[in-house]
T-cell receptor
Framework: GAVVSQHPSWVICKSGTSVKIECRSL??????MFWYRQFPKQSLMLMAT?????????EQGVEKDKFLINHASLTLSTLTVTSAHPEDSSFYIC??????????FGSGTRLTVV | AQSVSQHNHHVILSEAASLELGCNYS??????LFWYVQYPGQHLQLLLK??????LVKGIKGFEAEFIKSKFSFNLRKPSVQWSDTAEYFC????????????FGSGTRLSIRP
């Protein structure tokens, strides 16, 4: 149980375009999902907390207008990287929780902006 | 503020050697603690977690960790490592509520010589 699916697993886009990444909880409902970013050979940095039915909470230094988060249902959160630039190239990972602590992570999305 | 410190950035061991990876955290309250592993090219997997039960926690693949509250530490141990343990290991801390976010340490790269 507690499986989190992330799609796509990798994407290449042109500079200036927008990219949407989906995070789904497959066998449970997640009122809270989290979006992380991982640079090569570095740790995961929390970007934002996605709350179903309300606005996301962004960490300090994360541009909310650039990284749009939507959590419209209890099983789906989306992260849209708007007007992507090469410096946005990274590995984006989502996680979700059941009722209580202990998170399951998606397999990640590798974004390359050219 | 929550923080996690992993002082060993890269550890190199021979097979059958014993392993201990350090993790210290800072948090003003009751915590949950985690160790995650990321094998090359794969996504994060949970090794073990501490949720305020026995301070000595046993995880998968022969790993264990001991929570020492007075030292704010949660070190990961394995008595005899294998080549397949080569991976990146992340310690993480989370506050004691279902909506708390997980904060990761910077990670320790473990390389095992066959």
């Amino acid at each position: 149980g507690a499986v989190v699916s992330q799609h796509p697993s990798w994407v290449i886009c042109k500079s200036g375009t927008s990219v949407k990444i989906e995070c789904r909880s497959l066998d449970f409902q997640a009122t809270t999902m989290f979006w992380y970013r991982q640079f090569p050979k570095q740790s995961l940095m929390l970007m934002a907390t996605s709350n179903e039915g309300s606005k996301a909470t962004y960490e300090q230094g994360v541009e909310k207008d650039k990284f749009l988060i939507n959590h419209a249902s209890l099983t789906l959160s989306t992260l849209t990287v708007t007007s992507a630039h090469p410096e946005d190239s990274s590995f984006y990972i989502c996680s979700a929780s059941l009722h209580g602590p202990g998170y399951t992570f998606g397999s990640g999305t590798r974004l390359t902006v050219v | 503020a929550q923080s996690v410190s992993q002082h060993n950035h890269h550890v190199i061991l021979s097979e059958a050697a014993s392993l201990e990876l350090g993790c210290n955290y800072s948090y003003g309250g009751t915590v949950n603690l985690f160790w995650y592993v990321q094998y090359p090219g794969q996504h994060l997997q949970l090794l073990l977690k501490y949720f305020s039960e026995d301070p000595l926690v046993k995880g998968i693949k022969g790993f264990e960790a001991e929570f020492i509250k007075s030292k704010f530490s949660f070190n990961l141990r394995k008595p005899s490592v294998q080549w397949s343990d080569t991976a990146e290991y992340f310690c993480a801390v989370m506050g004691y509520s279902s909506a708390s976010k997980i904060i990761f340490g910077s990670g320790t790269r473990l390389s095992i010589r066959p």
